[in-house]
């Protein structure tokens, strides 16, 4: 583990976030290196610095009175249904029935998963970047499949699939683990010409398959896609369309590998 990946792993280690086997790593690393040893140090006394000041504040009481006395009353007309109250909407959300809690939380859900589409590819392209500078490109170096794809037993829940391009134009030339969301996620390694194609891989609940949407962020373009239980986002400075061409030939093997 390098000290940048203990680096974004440090806050959820403090705060219990990370399973045990990550934790291990996390703490194995801190161990071996000063730096990261001095951050968690600081971390820490900043954790324990809050946990023992006055931060929180309680409005008073006579304040939620106030507030309450100055929302306007229902208008309570003769055979008509008296509108609810703010209090009362209020109310509904957080003791509601099942079915309006459920569609309330059904809301909540699109609209986090569309900023947290958002932020994903932010993490996506700073991995990327990451993985340019030297030593971070692939954990493990190979341009066979058969050798890259068992690297990843044991180290994910689910080993990306690893397909060889190279008669397509996209050469295979390695893998390694990477960490977004402050989470482990498999990243398959491609080269065409100068350009490196970092695919990465993540187990999804949804098993539905999404079809592929390209983005652009810092002057790289992001093809994502989702099929049978994973999430795939391609990132690279390559055009847009060789990017799309990527993505289309690494579909149509894995289709091919699925019929044959």
Known sequence: MTCEEAEVLLHALIDGEL???HAREVEAHIAGCAHCAALMQEYQEIRQAMAESDVQYKAPLELRR?????????????????????????????????VSAIAATGLVAIVLR??????IEAEM?????????AGHLTDV???????????????????????DLTAQGFTLIGGRLDYVD??????????RRQHVINLFV??????????????????????????????????????????????EKFEG????????
Request: positive net charge; glycine residues 8%.
């Open 66 to 98: 106030r507030i309450e006395q100055a929302l306007p009353q229902p208008q309570v007309q003769a055979n008509v249904q008296p509108l609810p109250s703010r209090r009362a909407v209020l109310r509904g959300f957080a003791m509601g029935s099942a």
């Open 141 to 163: 170096i190979s341009t066979d499949q058969h050798t890259v794809k068992p690297w990843f037993n044991g180290k994910l829940d689910v080993s990306p699939p690893v397909i």
């Open 253 to 260: 093997a894995m289709r091919a590998n699925k019929e044959g």
């Open 202 to 247: 993540a187990q999804t609940a949804n098993t539905e398959r999404r079809a592929a949407q390209t983005a652009t962020l810092q002057g790289f373009n992001i093809r994502r896609w989702s099929d049978r239980g994973l999430n795939y986002w391609a990132v690279s400075d390559l055009g847009a369309d060789e990017l799309a061409e990527f993505g």
């Open 114 to 119: 569309n900023d947290d589409a958002q932020r």
């Open 19 to 21: 399973d045990a086997g």
């Open 182 to 191: 402050a989470r482990a996620i498999g990243a398959v390694v491609y080269r």
């Open 125 to 133: 392209v700073s991995a990327h970047l990451r993985s340019l500078q």
